[in-house]
């Protein structure tokens, strides 16, 4: 095999970004149900926007990266894909500042 001949692991990514953006998004999905139905413990503990942080903050960041997946498979425009995964980094943010306050 010639040098021009080999794919770089990046290149084979962009090459077959759509179907895994889908693939993507069907985990992601798979991952907010999962954590709608497995809560902290401490989510009962808390009220308010500290529960609401807890208790949502996860699967509402694995929501969003599904959506991030959706529009990466078609082929969504750079700039709106950004937006969502920063909204994914900072309901995450939200749950893990969640976690560690007393």
Request: aromatic content about 6%; glycine content about 8%; some cysteine.
């Amino acid at each position: 095999m010639t040098e021009d001949q080999r794919t770089s692991p990046i290149e084979w990514m962009r090459r077959n970004s759509r179907p895994l953006g889908a693939a993507g998004a069907v985990i992601a999905t798979g991952m907010s149900a999962l954590w709608v139905v497995v809560v902290p413990g401490k989510a009962d503990t808390v009220s308010g926007v500290h529960e609401m942080a807890i208790r949502w903050g996860h699967p509402v960041c694995w929501a969003l990266l599904a959506i991030v997946g959706i529009l990466v498979a078609v082929a969504a425009p750079k700039r709106i894909r950004d937006v969502v995964a920063l909204l994914a980094a900072a309901s995450y943010a939200a749950f893990v500042v969640g976690m560690l306050w007393p």
